[in-house]
């Protein structure tokens, strides 16, 4: 089991797999759909390219791609808890520090 910090997060990103994102997603009450595999796969390149966690807005500007004009609807469907709760934890992001989350 990867390590995780006090609230879930992983301590680092590297430790991801599929299988663990499926077991967090499981115990948060989401079972993971094509869409949820869109935003979490589009976090983890944007983070491998850029270094950094991408910030809610550009996962619903990715979101505006599939779903014209609701992409902060979907993603606030996909993940009702917030981005950083849930989409961020799944994708096995380190905790933010702090940012808008839409």
Request: charged share 25%; with cysteine; aromatic share 12%.
């Amino acid at each position: 089991m990867p390590d995780q910090d006090e609230e879930g997060y992983l301590v680092d990103p590297a430790d991801w797999t599929e299988a663990w994102a499926e077991m967090v997603a499981a115990n948060q009450g989401i079972s993971l759909t094509d869409d949820h595999w869109l935003v979490i796969r589009f976090v983890r390149e944007q983070q491998l390219e850029h270094q950094v966690t991408p910030d809610a807005r550009f996962v619903m500007r990715h979101l505006e791609q599939r779903y014209p004009g609701q992409g902060r609807k979907r993603l606030f469907e996909l993940f009702p808890y917030g981005y950083v709760a849930q989409a961020c934890r799944i994708a096995g992001m380190k905790r933010p520090r702090a940012w808008s989350t839409g």
